[in-house]
């Protein structure tokens, strides 16, 4: 099974700052990996897939970076509905799918 | 319009049954594989099951596998999770989701059914 670690647990921003939150895999996922972003009572919503690649919608200031086994979601200005639980999660070596254990923006 | 519209959840007793339902529209139902994932109180995501387009190739976490059975009735535009066996541990709310296929990402997510599991 694929293990996927999120840093950090807790990441404190103000708004119009940019955050830069991180996920690794436990072994090469190629570049198969998505974020999600979930607000409390919500559903996941996709953001980026293909590690890099916005989903529909989703404004410019999200951007994905990375492959192999070390990956980074960015918000470059972050906005009040910005704040949110981010998940990663890897769609190469499967089953099972995994996701990260999420990491909390919070508005500093 | 997507919509993903999950049904069925409710509270149960340990060793108890239910059955979700996830009802889609707005995209190419028979065409997707589909997803279930679920989430604890306070806790992140856990993939539960995946049914291929066709339905006949069916995927199930160890902690499921063998008391929860996903089928699709792709005339009905339809997933379901029957669940048996209910424990405390599977108190959770149920996610339905939609890939485009087994190697790609999770792009439809519907709203959720909270499923409790007490005495």
């Known amino acids: 099974e694929v293990v996927m670690t999120q840093s950090p647990a807790t990441l404190s921003v103000s708004p119009g700052e940019r955050a830069t939150l991180s996920c690794r895999a436990s072994q090469s996922v190629h570049s198969n990996l998505a974020w999600y972003q979930q607000k409390p009572g919500q559903a996941p919503r996709l953001l980026i897939y293909?590690?890099?690649t916005r989903a529909t919608d989703i404004p410019a200031r999200f951007s994905g970076f990375g492959s192999g086994t070390d990956f980074t979601l960015t918000i470059s200005s972050l906005q009040s509905e910005d704040f949110a639980v981010y998940y990663c999660?890897?769609?190469?070596?499967?089953?099972?799918?995994?996701f990260g254990q999420g990491t909390k923006l919070e508005i500093k | 319009e997507v919509q993903l519209v999950e049904s069925g959840g409710g509270l149960v007793k340990p060793g108890g049954s239910l059955r979700l339902s996830c009802v889609a529209s707005g995209f190419t139902f028979n065409t997707y594989t589909m997803t279930w994932v679920r989430q604890a109180p306070g806790k992140g995501l856990e993939w539960v099951s995946s049914i291929r387009s066709s339905g006949f190739y069916i995927f199930y976490a160890d902690s499921v596998r063998g008391r929860f059975t996903t089928s699709r009735d792709n005339a009905k535009n339809a997933l379901y999770l029957q669940m048996h066996s209910l424990r405390a541990e599977d108190t959770a709310v149920y996610y339905c989701?939609?890939?485009?296929?087994?190697?790609?990402?999770?792009?439809?997510w519907g709203q959720g059914t909270v499923v409790t599991v007490s005495s």
């Open positions: 999660q890897q769609y190469d070596i499967w089953p099972p799918y995994t």
């Open positions: 293909g590690a890099s």
């Open positions: 989701a939609g890939q485009k296929s087994d190697y790609d990402e999770m792009t439809f």
